[in-house]
């Protein structure tokens, strides 16, 4: 009756059917029937052609097309007819037809007479057009709204899998001395900060995997039949993605709200929910990939712990880098492996952001710095030139030899880590620069880079002092009455974790510096860290948790640098979405595959 209703409003409705009842052949407005190879044998009422076929062969009753009593029709017999066999001269039939499909054609030729039709040259016209690209992406989220909002079940888990998996993790990790007199729980003594901000980083990549990993997947059916009105591609990707943004968005929040609240972490600090956010983001467009890519549910769900225990081993966390193999790895930055993770760049978001730009430390965090690396460099590097260079004096008899690798790294070493330092002090400072080489060094060159680094380490001192004496000044001002003192206190049990800061400052490690590619490598104080050595114009390889990021000639805070990353990464996902590309890799394994199953002739 669709069909029917359709095809009066003017539809050209086109049907394949295979033994269609009585009812449905007489609502047919033509019938067109094609022989085995090709040949037209028929096209006309399809009532009338019962009649036509019976006239040909001469049958006995070939004025009667339908049932006299019931009106019905049998289509069946049409084929019948067709394909009525030779009987031989014992009575079987044979594999012989009486009327050959050509001879059929002929007599089409000679009985029916189609009309003749001119061709139009004018455009026809368009009587369904297809939405532009906006229109198309409104109602396909409409329907994607629509649909999730009418699945309560679905609607239920998404939203309150956030508030309760936040409410567990901030229940567990709220620790605090029970001992009598420890005075209750504070945000500065909870040893489990770093920990919660960790897992907020892997529910945020679980919650954006496990909504997205069967969207695409369960439209198939309906993308299937809508292949072939040639609708945007780009428009539903977009409202799947918008979608699932918004509910990232939602889930987010309600973590950010409910594990900071326990937690006391000020929730005025939007910057937290912007990191979950964006991480929440980058699973949606992973899960995306996923669903698109495989035919299995089953496979789906398999490949998200393939997917998100990589991201946990490889944050830098669980492993430190500097402890992975040294085949993947090295004394300085994140190894190319991690680089990819997005989890390693949210975590150190994290971290570096709240130790930095909290409202307590961002007044002193200018002076920590000077200190801290006039520290660094009076303590552990200086000390380390100085016996490079001590080295170089005391093997005088390989000052011209070409042949001990050990002195000629030793020399290169330091003419490079003085050559970096003059770009702090000046260039004319020290005027030896050039005969830090083999062949060139004596002992007026050892005098005089002494004394350069004995003056370097004074220069350092200086810093250092005039740092912590301003420094303690504010501090003083501060706390000039017994309410500043406390409201003082209260901000700094409120806004700084010792936790966060013994992480970013590396305290615990036992190599402070080390010597790597002909560079001594700065490993505590991480936090502090500014001096880049970039190798190239895109190097942007740094220690982990360093507060800016070098990067095609700028210096980015690491916060932003990191969320662009991701969002990088995220826009990265989204053209191999588009281009179904993990589609594309998969059929290609399983070619491969069954290429290889083949038996070999």
């Keep these: 009756d669709l069909l029917k209703e359709l095809s009066l409003r003017g539809k050209m409705v086109f049907v394949v059917i295979h033994q269609p009842s009585s009812d449905i052949f007489k609502m047919f407005d033509t019938l067109l029937i094609l022989d085995a190879g090709g040949f037209q044998i ?9 009649l036509y076929f019976r006239d040909i062969i001469n049958a006995a009753n070939k004025m009667q097309g339908a049932c006299p009593e019931c009106g019905n029709i049998n289509p069946e017999q049409i084929f019948s007819i067709i394909e009525t066999k030779v009987v031989n001269e014992y009575g079987r039939l044979t594999q012989t037809r009486k009327v050959s499909p050509g001879q059929w054609y002929q007599y089409f030729k000679q009985k029916i007479k189609t009309q003749k039709i001119d061709h139009v040259r004018e455009a026809l016209p368009v009587v369904q057009e297809i939405p532009n690209w906006f229109k198309q992406f409104r109602t396909f989220i409409s329907r994607d709204v629509l649909s999730k909002l009418a699945n309560k079940q679905y609607l239920y888990i998404n939203l309150l899998e956030a508030p309760i998996l936040a409410f ?32 907020s980083v892997v529910v945020a990549l679980f919650f954006g995997l496990t909504m997205s990993a069967e969207e695409i997947f369960r439209d198939r059916k309906i993308l299937k039949r809508e292949k072939f009105l040639h609708l945007s591609r780009s428009s539903y990707l977009s409202s799947k993605v918008v979608v699932m943004f918004l509910i990232s968005a939602i889930q987010t929040f309600l973590f950010i709200l409910v594990g900071n609240g326990i937690l006391e972490v000020p929730l005025q600090d939007v910057r937290y929910w912007v990191i979950l956010f964006t991480c929440s983001c980058f699973a949606n467009m992973l899960g995306l990939n996923i669903s698109a890519s495989f035919s299995s549910a089953v496979t789906i769900y398999i490949l998200i712990p393939l997917l998100i225990i990589p991201q946990l081993l490889l944050s830098g966390v669980v492993i430190n880098f500097d402890k992975f193999n040294p085949r993947v790895t090295k004394p300085i930055g994140v190894p190319l492996i991690g680089e990819v993770m997005a989890s390693r760049w949210a975590f150190e978001a994290f971290m570096v952001t709240q130790f930095k730009d909290n409202k307590f430390e961002k007044q002193f965090y200018d002076w920590d710095k000077t200190i801290a690396q006039s520290e660094y460099k009076r303590i552990y590097y200086i000390p380390a030139l100085e016996s490079k260079l001590a080295y ?25 880590e003085i050559s970096n330092e003059l770009k702090f002090v000046g260039a004319d400072n020290f005027l030896y620069l050039d005969r830090l080489a ?4 004596d002992s007026t060159v050892y005098q005089h880079t002494a004394k350069f680094l004995t003056v370097l380490k004074q ?7 005039k740092a912590a004496a301003e420094k303690e000044q504010r501090v003083m001002q501060l706390t000039s ?16 974790n010792d936790a966060v800061t013994d992480a970013v400052l590396n305290v615990s490690a036992l190599e402070r510096i080390v ?6 490598i700065q490993k505590i104080y991480p936090v502090y860290q500014n001096d880049h050595k970039p190798k190239h114009f895109f190097d942007f390889s740094a220690n982990l948790y360093q507060p800016t990021k070098y990067f095609a000639g700028v210096s ?11 969002w990088f990464m995220t826009g990265v996902l989204f053209i191999t979405l588009y281009f179904d590309v993990l589609k594309h890799m998969v059929k290609w394994l399983e070619s491969l595959r069954r290429s290889k199953k083949k038996p070999k002739e």
């Design 42 to 50: 028929y096209y006309g009422n399809p009532i009338e052609s019962v």
């Design 481 to 496: 009455t017994p309410a500043n003192a406390q409201l003082y206190e209260r901000e700094r049990m409120q806004y700084v």
């Design 515 to 520: 010597e790597y590619d002909g560079r001594l």
């Design 556 to 566: 980015w805070n690491t916060l932003y640098f990191n969320i662009v990353v991701i």
């Design 459 to 465: 220069y350092y001192g200086n810093k250092l002092n």
């Design 438 to 441: 083999i062949g060139k060094f």
């Design 168 to 199: 567990f993790i901030a229940f567990m990790v709220k620790y605090y001395n029970a001992t009598e007199g420890s005075g209750g729980y504070s945000f500065y003594h909870n040893a489990n900060i770093p920990v919660y901000f960790f897992m």
């Design 392 to 416: 170089c004096l005391n093997n005088r008899s390989q000052w011209r030899s070409t042949r001990n690798p050990k002195m000629i790294s030793s020399m290169a070493l330091i003419k490079n």
